[in-house]
């Protein structure tokens, strides 16, 4: 499979207790490994690419192929969709701050009301922020493989900067 | 000596497309699309020729 983002998440769970093995390799690899000359881009001829690129890696380079392993991690995958939602969140918590700040450079007399209205509209976001955070603080100290312990072990690296590495990087021994 | 064979998927939003060869990149199952959800990973299973027949 080619790395999609979240579009090839259900089928990996659907095969997670299937005896095959299942590799999401980075597009510029199949590139590299793709012995097709044709440059046709249709998904029947990406197909036919990704399964030659993946037969060259599982033959020439399996150590390569081994680190584009993926498999369903029901943690990690709730990890991710906490962290999403965290951003989402955090986003709109900034665009309304902004948009208070520059409220109160208005001169029109009845400013507060619209000022008021965005505070009001800011402090649920804010509370669901807070919620959302101790989720996902919860959640990594859930997560019991070696990267996890190891990225929130380091000094100065956060909550939310080791949980967004772990949904973001997976594998971090693709880059060892 | 046991034969290995590499299926390759094209995974978008709605659908995806399989197809699946042998070791010397012979075509054992033809570019097929299938519906990325849990009917479409049954037949893309329902598919996949029996050891017998690969």
Known sequence: ?176 | MKSRFTLGIDMAKDSFVAILIDSQGKTILPATTFKNNSKGFLKLIASMPKPQDA
């Not at chain 1, 902004?98 to 619209?114: G, S, T």
């Not at chain 1, 070696?146 to 594998?171: M, P, Y």
Request: charged share 25%.
């Open chain 1, 1 to 176: 499979m080619e790395s999609t983002g979240v579009y090839g998440k259900l089928f990996i769970k659907a095969l997670s207790n299937s005896p095959v093995n299942l590799f999401e390799v980075n597009p510029l690899i199949i590139k590299r490994f793709s012995s097709s000359m044709v440059q046709t881009k249709t998904d029947q001829a990406d197909a036919l690419t990704i399964a030659q690129a993946g037969r060259l890696l599982a033959s020439l380079q399996p150590e390569t192929l081994d680190k584009y392993r993926v498999k369903h991690d029901s943690d990690r995958e709730n990890l991710a969709l906490w962290i999403a939602e965290y951003k989402r969140l955090s986003s709109a918590n900034a665009r309304l701050k902004q948009q208070i700040q520059n409220i109160r450079h208005h001169a029109a007399p009845k400013m507060n009301i619209i000022l008021g209205r965005r505070q009001e509209e800011q402090q649920p976001i804010q509370k669901q922020l807070k919620i959302t955070k101790k989720e996902i603080d919860a959640l990594l100290k859930e997560q019991a493989d070696e990267d996890a312990k190891c990225l929130t072990s380091i000094t100065g690296v956060g909550t939310l900067t080791a949980a967004t590495a772990l949904v973001s990087v997976q594998n971090i021994s693709r880059f060892a």
